[in-house]
T-cell receptor, first 109, second 117 residues
């Protein structure tokens, strides 16, 4: 079965500290992985996707097929990074997104 | 461009009543999706329209839920009769037609918070 697991409900760090939000997936095949972010009082928006291999707002994520992981990383957290982060998976034969339960990132000054 | 819009933003109804949620996708987006997040759970897929056709409705929980997209523009999601477990946030998303750049990026609306008492 297709599944996305985000083991941490809450991650709290201080400004300037490194951040890693974990995401593991279960899928037999080649999935497309995404990170979505929801800032306070804003709508869900795409942060990055694995096929684009780009860094957005200092965040990067590498697809590790051996470990079936797609962890989100940032070397130096900023207060404005505080938000809810969702890892999501889409298979090539369907467009629906399968979401993890989300991780709330709190960055303290 | 206003992005994906949803109406209403909040709805409070009693068990057994009917509620209709509306979604207006981004102009030109053929693909329209409905998702919902029940309290404490993950965001779950409900269904996917391509223009006016239902491409995938595998996530619809039961026959109390009816989604339509007449004319391939806006979509409605009707819950009739509503039950307590239907409470949650209902999200709509849209994406560009296949074969266009960013065809796989889904743009989300702000959601409709439904409370069934």
């Amino acid at each position: 079965a297709q599944r996305v697991t985000q083991p941490e409900k809450l991650l709290s760090v201080f400004k300037g500290a490194p951040v890693e939000l974990k995401c593991n997936y279960s899928y037999s095949g080649s999935p497309e992985l995404f990170w979505y972010v929801q800032y306070s009082r804003q709508r869900l928006q795409l942060l990055l996707r694995h096929i684009s291999r780009e860094s957005i707002k200092g965040f990067t994520a590498d697809l590790n097929k051996g470990e079936t992981s797609f962890h989100l990383k940032k070397p130096f957290a900023q207060e404005e990074d505080s938000a809810m982060y969702y890892c999501a998976l889409a298979s090539y034969n369907t467009d629906k997104l399968i979401f993890g339960t989300g991780t709330r990132l709190q960055v303290f000054p | 461009e206003a992005g994906v819009t949803q109406f209403p933003s909040h709805s409070v109804i009693e068990k057994g009543q009917t509620v209709t949620l509306r979604c207006d996708p981004i102009s030109g987006h053929d693909n329209l999706y409905w998702y919902r997040r029940v309290m404490g759970k993950e965001i779950k897929f409900l269904l996917h329209f391509v223009k006016e056709s239902k491409q995938d409705e595998s996530g619809m929980p039961n026959n109390r839920f009816l989604a339509e997209r007449t004319g391939g523009t806006y979509s409605t999601l009707k819950v009739q009769p509503a039950e307590l477990e239907d409470s949650g946030v209902y999200f709509c998303a849209s994406s560009p037609p296949y074969g266009t750049p960013d065809e796989n990026e889904q743009f989300f609306g702000p959601g409709t918070r439904l409370t069934v008492l």
